[in-house]
């Protein structure tokens, strides 16, 4: 298990050196969903009663700027390892699939946390923020990191090629991401559209990860809790169960 070090110190390496590309941009753009969004809708929507729309949308952009990173993070060192070939030198060091899992995933973790937490520096010069219950933002925040990273990894081994993986991201993390709660509450939705925000595990992150800050929430955060915890549990075995079977990694 000691190999795991290495491996994830480059995978960290990867993405801190173009940190301009990979964490700057990501908080540039959470930063214009907030100013265009929060501009717009400030004083058409309600939601928690005493919470202004401002508020209420910054944690929304900092757990999905997590989300989605995390995912990025470790899908594209996958596939670019593949494409470019170099993804053999990996296989020829003695790491078992533990390793591989908690070094992709860890960077995946470490990536997500870095943009989520530039996100929320960057907002707070725009409205002021609270922290009701600390530990559930922490922990949510966490566990919706290394669920993506997981979930990244597994589109990493599944893709061959870069359109695989841009139809995973554009099919599956984007509609999931946006329609999980992150610019609304669902109360303000239909009762159809409430029933299927309610299979999405996303919309349990975000709204668990919100609550920290507002003590207030669309769901228990308990439910929430557990809810997200059993889908990092069924992906983190499915990715482990995919490397270790070496999935599309070895001839």
Not at 6 to 19: G, H, P, Q
Not at 71 to 97: C, D, E, R, T, Y
Not at 106 to 133: P, Q, Y
Request: glycine share 8%; charged share 10%.
């Amino acid at each position: 298990m000691m190999g795991w070090r290495a491996l994830f110190y480059k995978e960290v390496l990867r993405f801190w050196k173009v940190s301009f590309q990979t964490v700057g941009a990501p908080v540039l753009t959470s930063l214009l969903y907030l100013l265009i969004f929060g501009h717009v809708m400030a004083d058409k929507v309600k939601v928690y009663g005493t919470v202004s729309y401002t508020s209420f949308l910054v944690p929304g952009l900092v757990m999905m700027s997590v989300l989605q990173n995390a995912f990025a993070n470790s899908s594209s060192s996958l596939i670019q390892s593949k494409i470019m070939g170099n993804l053999v030198f990996i296989l020829l060091a003695p790491l078992n699939h533990w390793s591989w899992f908690v070094a992709y995933v860890g960077s995946s973790v470490v990536r997500g946390l870095a943009v989520g937490s530039g996100v929320l520096v960057v907002t707070l010069f725009f409205t002021d923020m609270s922290a009701v219950a600390p530990l559930w933002i922490i922990t949510f925040a966490l566990l919706g990191a290394t669920m993506l990273g997981a979930l990244g990894l597994i589109a990493g081994l599944w893709s061959e090629k870069f359109d695989q993986m841009a139809a995973f991201q554009n099919f599956v993390i984007m509609p999931m991401t946006f329609l999980s709660g992150v610019f609304y509450s669902i109360h303000s939705l239909p009762t159809f559209w409430q029933s299927i925000s309610h299979l999405n595990p996303f919309f349990y992150m975000i709204d668990g990860f919100r609550y920290g800050f507002f003590g207030v929430s669309d769901v228990s955060p308990w439910l929430s809790l557990c809810i997200v915890s059993g889908a990092l549990v069924a992906v983190s075995y499915v990715g482990l169960s995919m490397i270790k079977s070496g999935y599309k990694i070895r001839g």
